[in-house]
């Protein structure tokens, strides 16, 4: 059986409340009950962590990264900010997909750049929370 898991960073426990012109009105606990039904009949068993703290995203990816067969991760603003979450990512031989709900690059300036990207296998911006089923896909 295939191990992924979905790793969200900042403010994505906020989802269905926040901006939901831009991020959408379902949680992402609603989204995982949906997201495991369309992967039920698949040999793939989808686990699910959130941190608002960049140490404890650090911690799951250096706890999970030679064990699990994939991650999707979305990493809120860390992505623009965080060096230490691409040396992670760098660092461990899972395969990390790099999603994000919106498309940041019809957003602020600073959110075009992403120090995740050079470190991860894929990157899937801007087809809302679809996003993470398409990268759960690739492994499959």
Known sequence: MLQVMIINGPNLNLLGRRQPEIYGEDTFDDFMIHLKGKFVDSDVE???????????????????????????????????TSVALADAVAAIETPVIEVHISNVHKREAFRHHSFLSPVCEGVIVGFGLRGYELAVQYFV
Request: net charge negative; hydrophobic share 35%; no cysteine.
């Open 46 to 80: 989808l686990s699910y962590f959130q941190s608002n703290h960049e140490g404890e995203l650090l911690d799951k990816l250096h706890e999970i990264g030679w064990s699990y067969d994939g991650i999707v991760l979305n990493a809120g603003a860390y992505t623009h």
